[in-house]
C-alpha cells in the first residue's frame, strides 16, 4: 500500500533505481529482508529504510509488521548523508496517520 505520494515520488526515480526498489519491495511482500535495509525505530515501530545505490542514493521507508500490507510510507533521492528533517518528519507523520487510521477502522470508527 502506498501512502502518500510516495508511488509517485518512487515513479519519479531513474530506470535503474525504480527496478531496484521494485525488487526489494517485492522481497519484503514475500517476507524477506531487502538486500540493503536498516531499522527507522525513530519513524515508527518495525519501520525500515531500503538503501538503493544506482550511482544517485535513493531510499524507500516502508513498515511490513502489519499483517493486511507492506505500507510505503516514503520514498526519496537521499543528497547528503544525513536523512533531512523534512523527510524524516514527512514519514513520522504517515506512519502516525496509518496507526490511527487502523485504530479506528479495528474500532469501527473508519
Known amino acids: 500500500m502506498w501512502l502518500g505520494s510516495s508511488l509517485e515520488d518512487l515513479r519519479g526515480f531513474p530506470e535503474e533505481a525504480r527496478r531496484t ?6 522481497r519484503v511482500q514475500e517476507g524477506l529482508e531487502s538486500n ?32 493486511e500490507a507492506v505500507y510505503v510510507l516514503h520514498a526519496f533521492e537521499k543528497k547528503a548523508q544525513k ?5 524524516l518528519e514527512l514519514s513520522q507523520k504517515r506512519y502516525r496517520d496509518l496507526v490511527e487510521a487502523r485504530r479506528k477502522e479495528r474500532h469501527g470508527k473508519g
Open 21 to 26: 526498489a521494485g525488487y526489494q519491495l517485492r
Open 36 to 67: 540493503d535495509w536498516k531499522a527507522m525505530a525513530d519513524i515508527g515501530p518495525g519501520v525500515k529504510e531500503i538503501r538503493l545505490h544506482t550511482g544517485a542514493e535513493h531510499r524507500v521507508f516502508y513498515v511490513a509488521r502489519f499483517a
Open 83 to 87: 536523512t533531512p528533517k523534512r523527510d
